[in-house]
């Protein structure tokens, strides 16, 4: 493999630190192979913290075009059972490129709701890029969000019920070690689909 060719896009976007972790975990698996990742994240800042930590090159998106083709990990947190906006943004951005999605949710990868985010993800990724798969894990979810759902009228299509609530403070752990080992023997596997 040239060296052109082992360069790939990392994308990353992250709030509450969770797709962050992951993406670190990509990173340091990229570097052992001899891959030469290029940053780009939202907000900012998380590139400028990783290009910093991992000495890579951080590029803004009017650079995209500089590197036509090049393949992409895509780390997004799920909002709304898909991608993130900031992610889905990006995605609009790209075509023709060969998309590894890494995600961070609040209920269980493997839960009919999981499933259904996978779909999502591979419907939006197929719309301009092809999909080479998507691997999801648990992440944090936000107190203030749980606590704020467990104020609501037991009603409200949003309320914790005792089994939400267990859900929501269970998530509190993740990513963990094994979600994040997870991550690393994803990509592992996948390289060579890119």
């Known amino acids: 493999m040239s060296n052109k060719e082992k360069k790939i896009i990392l994308w990353v976007s992250s709030i509450t630190g969770n797709t962050k972790s992951i993406a670190c975990i990509l990173l340091e698996r990229l570097l052992e192979k001899g891959y030469v990742p290029k940053v780009l994240s939202s907000p900012t800042a998380i590139a400028d913290e990783l290009a910093d930590l991992y000495k890579v090159e951080k590029i803004q998106e009017r650079d995209l075009a500089d590197d036509a083709g090049l393949p992409v990990l ?12 900031r992610s889905a943004d990006f995605l609009k951005k790209i075509q023709g490129r060969r998309v590894l999605a890494f995600g961070t949710m609040g209920s269980y990868p493997d839960s009919e709701y999981g499933q259904a985010v996978a779909g999502s993800v591979k419907e939006q990724i197929e719309t301009e890029n092809e999909y080479a798969g998507l691997y999801l894990c648990r992440g944090r979810i936000d107190e ?9 009228p037991a009603v409200h299509r949003h309320y914790l019920d005792d089994e939400g609530y267990e859900r929501h403070l269970s998530s509190r752990k993740h990513p963990d070690e094994d979600d994040k080992r997870g991550a690393a023997e994803y990509l592992d596997r996948k390289l060579s689909l890119l």
């Not at 895509?74 to 906006?85: E, K, N, P, Q």
């Open 144 to 152: 203030r969000r749980t606590e704020k759902r467990r104020q609501l």
């Open 74 to 85: 895509l780390c997004f947190w799920c909002r709304r059972g898909g991608l993130d906006d």
